[in-house]
């Protein structure tokens, strides 16, 4: 309890109220600020491996208190939730034409999507021949199972024979671990499914500056003076990734 975020107490998870708050925290927190600079970063390197002969729209699904639209101007946010974004858009039901979106960008975003499988049929039919989907998803490891389960507010089942769950709440209802089930678990199953996206890439991100920040819904664990204790630990943790990154990078591209 003493952990937790002062601010969001008593504020609806997940309410426009929740996104403009994660948003300040965000701005605020200078190893959370880090967290998803590097984040955005790598989303729009992926998008700018995508054929320049391919012009098409910039779509972010669940943007929610993302600021990605302040470095990239031309992205188009979105939210299910009404007054989160720019537009409101179920991933399931993206409406645009077929082969007219350049990338989708998703961060903390595709393990609240019930029915998956819908998700990657839409970006199958509207991403360009080339286009990516970029995605920064909870990972699948000792330190993420333990953290993500007990720390934080939405589910972590890694056992769920099924991608889909049931949503009541946009928010309170998903899996964490859907990422892992998805591209891991069930790679082969994805991979005769979807045969028009192919899963390209897959990293471990750094996760002690992440942890120490307390996220969205904690306080900082280290004061601001500290902060590049938490970015050396980054670097010097590094290849101990698949034991204690919290997140991880992954790309899919739709193909030529």
């Not at 309890?1 to 701005?27: C, H, K, N, Y």
């Not at 471990?204 to 630990?233: E, N």
């Amino acid at each position: 309890m003493l952990l937790q975020e002062p601010r969001l107490q008593g504020v609806a998870l997940g309410s426009a109220e929740w996104f403009t708050i994660q948003r300040d925290l965000i701005a605020e927190k200078p190893l959370l600020k880090h967290c998803y600079d590097a984040w955005y970063a790598a989303l729009l390197r992926d998008e700018a491996t995508v054929p320049a002969d391919q012009p098409g729209i910039l779509l972010e699904l669940g943007s929610g208190g993302s600021y990605l639209a302040e470095l990239r101007p031309d992205v188009i946010t979105s939210d299910i939730v009404p007054g989160a974004a720019s537009q409101v858009i179920d991933a399931r039901h993206i409406p645009y034409p077929d082969n007219s979106v350049r990338a989708i960008f998703l961060t903390h975003a595709l393990h609240h999507i019930p029915q998956v499988e819908a998700f990657f049929a839409e970006a199958q039919r509207v991403l360009v021949p080339g286009g990516v989907v970029a995605m920064i998803e909870v990972a699948h490891t000792p330190l993420a199972r333990a953290f993500f389960s007990h720390m934080h507010p939405e589910p972590y089942d890694d056992r769920a024979h099924a991608w889909d769950f049931a949503q009541n709440d946009a928010m309170a209802d998903a899996n964490q671990a859907l990422s892992w089930l998805v591209f891991v678990r069930d790679k082969q199953r994805f991979a005769v499914e979807f045969p028009g996206l192919q899963i390209e890439q897959f990293e471990y991100l750094p996760w002690f500056s992440y942890l120490a920040s307390g996220g969205v819904t904690r306080r900082s664990v280290l004061p601001g003076p500290l902060a590049r204790v938490a970015l050396a630990a980054d670097v010097l943790t590094r290849p101990l990734g698949g034991l204690v990154s919290l997140h991880w990078h992954i790309r899919l591209r739709k193909q030529l």
